[in-house]
């Protein structure tokens, strides 16, 4: 199939898009096709994030929103080493977790509008959306609360032996939380399945990990209850997903819990509402130049030969037009009901 094909299938689940690849020190060696789907999965978080960024600003999304613009390597270099059973949990910056497990566009951006065909009926907005098919397990508004239920999820694995593993993020302030700590004490007392996956983009709510944290090296944090841990330069898809594979080998050889701290960086405000005053506009533009994840899969596809800069210009020609129409649709889309309130709610 040539580089440029525009079917959807080439832009879903890209669970398990690394089997096979080589390593060759801290990186899988990709093959032309795995380079495009990292490309073509981290491009379309990347156009969806700017639409919904566009959207919020037109006050069609309301709330919390939390973009996911620069740390796309993470989510889908973890989810190219993983399993479609494993099950992934995250924060409230989700939208680039689900796109990456294959959630659809349309039902995303339509729980972003609060519209009755998103993922949670149009009632749990940006920070709070579930799918079960896809087992993605949220989108969590609580600080730290992955870690626990992530916990919970790998607990259910252990318990069943089916031999999945939960991917459990959080980012590099809610590291500093009590239950994440007491979430490492029962994950390793009991040998889970679950790989804790400490997104570091810097500043957590705007105040930089130097300044709010005594041990800055969060791989180091599970040291205390003898879980190994692992540094990982999150701006590399290759470097994240060879980290990725060797933490999911260990938790699926039974030897409990793996912790990664995946170094990357947003370039947004923590929230719509985060004027990012805390750092320079040259530092940002910096890691834009020099470290972008999805230009150095560009790169990589342009430098190595038969991809041309008019298959990729096609590529993202598509993913703009699966996000353009989960735009009009999530704009087009009724609310719910008023009688949808009570309905899910326990009294």
Known sequence: MPAAATNDAKFADVAGAAKGAPREGDLLVFTKEQELAAYRSMLLIRRFEEKAGQLYGMGLIGGFCHLYIGQ???????????????QFITAYRDHGHMLACGMDPKRVMAELTGRRSGYSKGKGGSMHMFSREKNFFGGHGIVGAPAPL??????A?????????????????????????ESFNMAELWRLPVVFIVENNRYAMGTSVERSSAQANFSKRGVAFNIPGKQVDGMDVRAVAAAAAEALEWCRSGKGP??????????????????????????VQKVREEHDPIEQVRARLLADGGTTADDLKQIDG?????????ADFATIEPEPDPSELWTDVVL
């Open 72 to 86: 796309e390597a993470v989510v889908v270099g973890v989810r190219m080493a993983a399993r479609e059973t494993d």
């Open 150 to 155: 992530g916990a919970g999820l790998a607990f």
């Open 157 to 181: 694995d252990l318990y069943r032996g089916d031999d999945n593993v939960s991917l459990t993020f959080f980012g590099d302030g809610a590291a500093n939380q009590g239950q994440v700590y």
């Open 258 to 283: 793996y912790l990664l701290e995946v170094q990357t960086y947003r370039y947004r405000g923590h929230s719509m509402s985060d004027p990012a005053k805390y750092r320079s506009k040259e530092e």
């Open 318 to 326: 598509a993913v703009r037009k699966i996000i353009t129409e989960a």
